[in-house]
């Protein structure tokens, strides 16, 4: 299991989080995600063997988000 956390452009309120959580969540082997609204982040435990953090950025952007993978 992995770790990484990505930035998000775009999220405003629970909603916005509701929704990035869920595409996350969708993903196989995502574990867990923690989306930080004030800090416009998402926490995310996968399995880099399914997914990878490109990937999961790009889940995030296909629902109208501006995600990238923190350095
Ligand atoms: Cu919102």
Redesign the pocket.
């Known amino acids: 299991m992995a770790t990484t956390i990505l930035n998000i452009q775009g999220?405003?309120?629970?909603?916005?989080?509701k929704?990035v959580t869920n595409a996350l969540q969708r993903e196989a082997g995502v574990e867990k995600v923690e989306v930080a609204l004030a800090q416009g982040t998402a926490t995310i435990d996968y399995d880099p063997a399914r997914t990878s953090p490109q990937q999961l950025a790009e889940l995030v952007d296909d629902i109208g988000f501006e995600a990238r993978p923190a350095a």
């Open positions: 999220m405003t309120c629970g909603g916005c989080v929704s």
